[in-house]
């Protein structure tokens, strides 16, 4: 009986911890006059999970914080055209993007590679992520 009692409590002190400290993906309300949202985000992976990188839009920094395992940045841009990247374990990793105003895109990065997701998987992935903070 202690034994079910004590698994019920540390079950129940989980999901408090896992509820308390966990932060969800939290959509930018709205976009600034002429600039469209990126969204770069990493969602989680064994493979690479303590690499982290800056990532680069041009020569600009998207932001200071690093993009990290289930994490994500957001990158107002004025439209045109980026190449989105990060040096990622001794080799550049990079992605083309052409940006319009007022429209949202999603940049995905892993220890690897980046891409451009479908717009179904990204929104199911970065829902798992929380905002970039050092």
Not at 2 to 18: E, Q, R, S
Not at 39 to 50: C, D, E, K, L, N
């Amino acid at each position: 009986m202690k034994t079910i009692i004590k698994t019920l409590f540390l079950f129940a002190f989980i999901l408090t911890c896992n509820t308390v400290f966990s932060q969800k993906f939290s959509p930018v309300k709205e976009i600034p006059e002429g600039k469209a949202l990126v969204y770069i985000y990493r969602p989680g992976s064994m493979v690479g999970a303590a690499v982290h990188y800056t990532v680069n839009a041009n020569d600009e920094k998207v932001s200071e914080n690093h993009l990290r395992n289930k994490t994500y940045l957001v990158f107002f841009a004025e439209p045109g055209r980026y190449t989105f990247w990060a040096q990622v374990t001794n080799t550049r990793r990079e992605v083309d993007l052409d940006v319009e105003a007022d429209k949202t895109y999603y940049v995905r990065g892993d220890c690897c590679e980046f891409i451009i997701p479908d717009l179904e998987r990204a929104e199911k992935e970065i829902v798992n992520c929380k905002l970039s903070q050092q």
